[in-house]
């Protein structure tokens, strides 16, 4: 018999992790998956305008979510003229009684389900089951992994765990027969003849919902398989359940719906089935069941109201890198991906989501494909903070997060720490530990950063002095006599410093006028992807005092990180606070990441830094997850190397796969942060360039690592040392 017990939601987190990161079998399967998902949705998406569409789609969701009673009603009223039942459920155990209640004065002993992930919320198969009552699943996903005693791993495609492979084996072995391994046809066909007589013999037919339309009382239903028909039409009773939040006002919202959901769910313009119920079959019962479950909760919470808008089209999980490491029963408790992180907690309470949560490495990419545009990593982070809040956080994390984000003891701990390494480094700019108990499950794969013999801001004689001289370089740029302010980040200032300086000469040499703020630490990032919002508070607060005790037209920073937060995370962050909010966003109006200013503001013209010697340099660019899915930042680094340098960019494949950093995300969860690296070194390393570039020191410090641990022949550069050198030239 299959050992399923990692797919059930009941079995402790840590198990299920350690589980899913052993299975090899596993992180192939989704890697395919997701791999064959982005081309294809690339392709469909050319037909459509995607980003008006999704801003329709969520002013949509936004009117129905806002106003969610009002559509309530009408829909009740619509559907009961249409000769349909409906329920409202508080929770799961009331959703569970209402069907209950329906199928036993019906005798009711087999019900034919079609997939719904609302029955999978509320549990519904293993409530009758204590009735006496059999339920068959007819999706096709949905019973294979029924017969291997598991959940859905994925909202749309509950079996894309597994290869084909496996699913010929449990064919075999609960079909009694044998069932080809290979042949997907043959099982297919092995799964339609064992369900058939299903949808005859049922005294209920349950299905899903993927829109509720107001105006008509009308239920949307959209499958691949048919088998929504079905279940729907031939058993005598048709039960529909359905969250509240499916509700849209009109037919051509629903219309709108169906434009976004197939192409960013299954990668088809249309799937092949939609249907439009409108009343039960005649001769038939129908009864809606609107489940609540949580969902008034997040209705009132501005910080997750628009999770509300979710189309269930779970394309944040098809893009999401350590989904395609563990799956869907570690990524996720029963609703997986991104947006299952964040409703879990209301639906199933925040134990179920303390240790789902953590694996979220904050890339940003869920973010970027959600087709109603869904802030699902600032809620993820939310909801990280609930946990915090609630539960704790182990105590090594919270002595060094509290330490870190106390300056003064900061700087002094990290001095005495720039003496005591020596013995471990040996004068070397990398550590390998090998020997070290802490260390050595950290360097195993990956060599760590020593801090830097000298910081940054150091270098200034005074931090808050200004230096100001003509260009360096024969260059005229509109940066010329402009006040900036220079932010390098914290990774820039102790582990990096060359990159802050390489920063400095290039902006010197196009003749800024260059203010370093005093007292400089940390943006705040670290605690704040921890969901230390207390202390994440503290350090913000302390860079805007820095920050706004000297006058600069803009703040610049080579970190793509630090001005995410700065730009975005700040005003999330002071959201409640009157006072503050303000400063947040005037600073927010200022801070500029490098290239940005480069590009936008200097307006480097093309060929202004090429080399004298007309040679080029062949480089591959590595888009940092802050830089491109939370900045937008694309053609900025490119056109600086290619135009500018006149050098050449070879891309990496799966440019957009975060390269798995993600902070303390590396140092909790290694073994996914091992395999995201070297499929991201691996393929820099197939496009034949010497040099990876990026503009992100957490990158850089993950990159490097593992080129040095693994004897790679790549160099990993800030973006800022390939101008310094041409600057340098001039």
Avoid at 150 to 158: G, I, L, N, Y
Avoid at 196 to 209: K, L, Q
Avoid at 343 to 349: A, D, I, L, N, R
Avoid at 586 to 606: E, G, H, Q, Y
Wanted: include cysteine; hydrophobic fraction near 40%.
């Amino acid at each position: 018999m299959t050992d399923s017990s990692h797919g059930h939601p009941e079995t402790p987190f840590e198990e299920r992790y350690q589980h899913a990161v052993e299975d090899l079998q596993l992180s192939r399967n989704l890697t395919n998956f997701q791999q064959s998902w982005k081309q294809s949705r690339g392709a469909v998406m050319e037909d459509i305008d995607f980003q008006a569409l999704r801003k329709q789609m969520k002013a949509v969701k936004s009117e129905a979510i806002d106003n969610l009673d009002r559509y309530l009603d009408q829909f009740i009223e619509s559907a009961k003229r249409a000769g349909t039942t409906v329920h409202l459920a508080d929770d799961a155990d009331h959703a569970t009684r209402i069907v209950r209640d329906l199928a036993r004065p019906r005798s009711v002993k087999l019900v034919a389900k079609s997939k719904s992930m609302v029955s999978e919320e509320i549990e519904l198969n293993e409530v009758l089951l204590e009735d006496g009552i059999e339920v068959v699943e007819t999706d096709l996903g949905e019973w294979i992994v029924q017969l291997r005693g598991e959940r859905p791993s994925h909202m749309v495609m509950p079996a894309i765990h597994l290869a084909r492979e496996q699913v010929g084996e449990i064919f075999s072995e609960r079909l009694g027969r044998e069932i080809s391994r290979d042949n997907v046809e043959e099982q297919v066909h092995a799964a339609r003849d064992a369900i058939r007589d299903v949808f005859f013999s049922a005294g209920m037919g349950v299905t899903g919902a993927n829109a509720l339309i107001a105006e008509s009382g009308t239920v949307m239903m959209v499958t691949n398989e048919g088998n929504g028909r079905l279940t729907s039409s031939i058993p005598p009773l048709h039960v529909v359940l359905a969250g509240i939040e499916k509700l849209v006002p009109t037919y051509e919202d629903a219309v709108t719906q169906l434009r976004l959901l197939a192409r960013s769910a299954t990668a088809q313009r249309l799937t092949v089935y939609t249907t439009f119920i409108q009343g039960p079959s005649p001769g038939h019962e129908q009864h809606i069941v609107l489940v609540d479950n949580g969902r008034r909760t997040m209705r009132d919470l501005p910080e997750f109201r628009e999770a509300l808008h979710c189309i269930r089209c779970a394309a944040c999980a098809n893009v999401c890198p350590p989904y395609r490491e563990v799956g869907g029963h570690v990524f996720g408790y029963i609703y997986s991906g991104a947006i299952g992180l964040v409703v879990t907690p209301f639906m199933h309470g925040i134990d179920a989501a303390a240790g789902p949560q953590s694996l979220c490495l904050s890339c940003n990419a869920c973010e970027v494909v959600c087709p109603v545009e869904i802030p699902l990593p600032r809620q993820i982070l939310d909801v990280r903070a609930m946990v915090m809040k609630q539960k704790g956080m182990k105590r090594s994390k919270r002595v060094i997060l509290s330490t870190y984000s106390r300056p003064s003891v900061a700087n002094l701990l990290l001095k005495i720490g720039t003496r005591a390494q020596r013995p471990l480094t040996g004068g070397k700019k990398l550590i390998r530990a090998s020997n070290a108990p802490i260390l050595h499950k950290q360097t195993r794969w990956r060599s760590l950063p020593a801090l830097a013999s000298t910081r940054l801001w150091e270098r200034p004689a005074a931090p808050e002095a200004a230096s100001q001289m003509g260009p360096s370089t024969p260059i005229q740029t509109e940066a010329a006599g402009v006040w900036v302010a220079l932010f390098p980040g914290c990774m820039t200032d102790r582990l990096y410093p060359e990159q802050g300086k390489a920063v400095i000469k290039v902006l010197e040499g196009l003749g800024v006028t260059l203010v370093y703020p005093p007292s400089l630490h940390c943006c705040g990032l670290i605690p704040n992807n921890s969901g230390d919002t207390g202390n994440a508070k503290r350090l913000a607060l302390h860079t805007m005092r820095s920050l706004e005790s000297i006058e600069a037209d803009y703040i610049v920073s080579p970190s793509a990180s630090c001005v995410a937060m700065m730009a975005q995370d700040y005003l999330h962050l002071f959201r409640d606070d009157e006072e503050v909010l303000p400063r947040a966003e005037a600073l927010s109006r200022k801070i500029m990441d490098f290239t940005s200013f480069l590009v936008n503001v200097a307006k480097l013209p093309p060929g202004s830094l090429a080399a004298t010697d007309c040679s080029h340099r062949t480089v591959t660019y590595h888009d940092s997850c802050q830089g491109l899915n939370a900045l937008g930042l694309r053609s900025e680094p490119r056109y600086l190397i290619e135009k500018v340098m006149g050098d050449e960019v070879v891309e990496l494949a799966e440019n957009s796969l975060c390269c798995g950093f993600g902070g303390s995300f590396s140092i909790e969860y290694p073994a996914v942060a091992e395999r995201l690296m070297n499929r991201k070194l691996d393929n820099a390393h197939a496009t034949g360039a010497a040099v990876v570039v990026t503009d992100n020191q957490g990158c850089i410090m993950h990159l490097r690592g593992g080129t040095d641990a693994g004897n790679r022949p790549l160099k990993v550069r800030h973006i800022a040392e390939l101008l310094a050198e041409r600057i340098a030239e001039r």
